[in-house]
């Protein structure tokens, strides 16, 4: 864990915030919410979490929620990378393909047109 760093919002409120590799805070918030899943879905599990008192399955709901929805845009961008990253790997082949294939022989500069009226 790195050193926490200060800075203030364009509201003027102060952000403490401790930089982490995306992939470690992923892989972190994914063992918590896959803790609390295994935790209702485990055999038994759900039968003991209806037990639980309500303000503590709210509590265990909303995090799994909040969990979730945080992660949600780092999914969207990552499958957008992903997307756009396939892209330009298939216009890069497609056009490496086509200098290898179709270059021409040797290049003709075209004539140019006579625009003049003819009558």
């Known amino acids: 864990m790195n050193a926490p760093q200060i800075s203030v919002d364009a509201q003027g409120n102060t952000v403490?915030?401790?930089?982490?590799?995306?992939?470690e805070?992923?892989?972190?918030?994914?063992?918590?919410l896959a803790s609390l899943v295994n935790?209702?879905?485990?055999?038994?599990?759900f039968e003991q979490f209806s037990h639980f008192p309500d303000p503590m399955k709210r509590d265990i709901l909303a995090l799994m929620h909040s969990i979730v929805e945080e992660q949600l845009p780092g999914i969207e961008a990552l499958e957008q990378h992903t997307a756009q990253s396939y892209y330009e790997r298939g216009v890069n082949a497609a056009a490496e393909h086509y200098r290898k294939t179709d270059q021409p022989a040797s290049i003709e500069m075209p004539q140019p047109l006579d625009y003049s009226q003819q009558r």
């Open 25 to 32: 805070h992923c892989k972190s918030r994914a063992r918590l």
């Open 16 to 23: 403490v915030s401790l930089s982490t590799p995306i992939s």
């Open 39 to 45: 935790m209702v879905a485990a055999p038994g599990g």
